[in-house]
């Protein structure tokens, strides 16, 4: 396929993947039971799981696009949508920070060199960020006209500084058509967000650690509240830049 497609024909390709895509979920779940049989210690089974199940929502990704032939036309370097709010559990937070502890120094002294900078740069903003009620509908409008960056976006490069554990909604909103209406507009109708991928890695995710729990394993998370306490990102790094989230 060549071109960049139109918005009507976005909407069929919409319309072809409820109708007649059957998602694999077996991709999620052989993540969860070869985990749990393997010899690893908890610890390493929960982030690797963490990390295995991003990983499963990308491949689901690839699944979707290979059954529409489409291909996003997002690029290195593209950093429009770093600007939407990213919610996550306490649980993905935390999942998150560990993940960048077991980084190199090299680079998570970027990380908190880049959050340093963050927090001074963007005060005010941050505050009215994090005061957006995630529930009012206009939720994600406003957020995005405050033009706050997300706290891992390296804006000199534009890239995303902890980019293998990014979040799901990172991975799942894309865009098919011309790239330039992200960068027009704030939100471009073209966009395609699959939301509903998120309930699929939050299930295998869930599994796993309530495997875990009933088991009576000691948990790096608290189980299983900090998989319903949801926040924006900036909020649980300012939590974790305070010593407030502890991992
Ligand atoms: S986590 Fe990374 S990919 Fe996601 S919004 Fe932030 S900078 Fe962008």
């Known amino acids: 396929m060549s071109g960049y497609m139109t918005y009507d024909e976005i909407l069929k390709k919409s319309e072809t993947l409820n109708e007649s895509y059957e998602l694999d979920v077996s991709i999620f779940e052989d993540v969860v039971d070869e985990l749990l049989n393997s010899e690893k210690d908890t610890d390493s089974v929960v982030l690797e799981g963490f ?4 990983q499963s929502v990308d491949g689901t990704m690839e ?17 429009f949508c770093c600007y939407f709010p990213i919610r996550v559990s306490k649980m993905e937070a935390k999942l ?6 077991h980084m190199s120094s090299e680079r998570k002294e970027d990380i908190f060199r880049h959050w340093e900078a963050y ?8 505050e009215t960020a ?17 033009n706050l960056p997300c706290p891992m976006l390296n804006e000199e ?19 098919y058509s011309d ?11 073209e966009t395609v967000s699959y939301d509903f991928l998120y309930t699929f890695y939050f299930q295998a995710m869930n599994e796993l650690l309530q495997a875990l729990y009933e088991n009576g394993e000691e948990l790096s998370v608290e189980y299983p509240m900090d998989a319903w306490s949801y926040d924006y990102l900036p909020g649980w790094i300012r939590q974790y830049r305070e010593g407030e989230l502890v991992t």
């Not at 994090?130 to 405050?146: A, F, G, N, R, S």
């Not at 490069?157 to 799942?172: F, G, H, I, N, S």
Request: positive net charge.
């Open 63 to 79: 699944n979707i696009d290979t059954f529409l032939d489409m291909k996003p036309n997002c690029f290195m370097g593209c950093a």
């Open 157 to 175: 490069t534009q890239l995303c500084m902890a980019y293998e554990v990014r979040p799901v909604p990172c991975r799942t909103y894309v865009n």
């Open 179 to 189: 790239p330039t209406v992200c960068a027009t507009q704030h939100m471009p109708k």
């Open 96 to 101: 998150f920070f560990q993940s960048i502890e």
């Open 119 to 126: 927090y001074e740069k963007f005060p005010q903003k941050v």
């Open 130 to 146: 994090l005061d957006i009620d995630p529930e009012d509908p206009d939720m994600k409008w406003k957020y995005k006209q405050l």
């Open 51 to 54: 990390r295995r199940l991003l």
